[in-house]
């Protein structure tokens, strides 16, 4: 795990309204949230029981979407 430094902008009542993070740590959340996302994805696809295609057929078939909207 890391540290999160976060600073806070705040109206003028105090009230926290906004989160000031470094580049590095805002992108190391994002990284981090795609990952799970990820995984959310692959457990969601092994539990439905998807059917897995090979990734060159699936390059096929999105090359032949992508022409059928280009036309």
Known sequence: MFNIN???VTDIKGKKIS???PIK???ILIEGLEEL???R???KAK???AEFIDA???FKEIEKKRNK???
Do not use: H, S
């Open 6 to 8: 976060p600073q806070y």
């Open 19 to 21: 989160v000031i993070l």
């Open 25 to 27: 740590e805002f992108q």
């Open 37 to 39: 996302e990820d995984i």
């Open 41 to 43: 994805l692959y457990d």
């Open 47 to 49: 539990k439905d029981k």
């Open 56 to 58: 060159r057929q699936a």
């Open 69 to 71: 909207k280009n036309v």
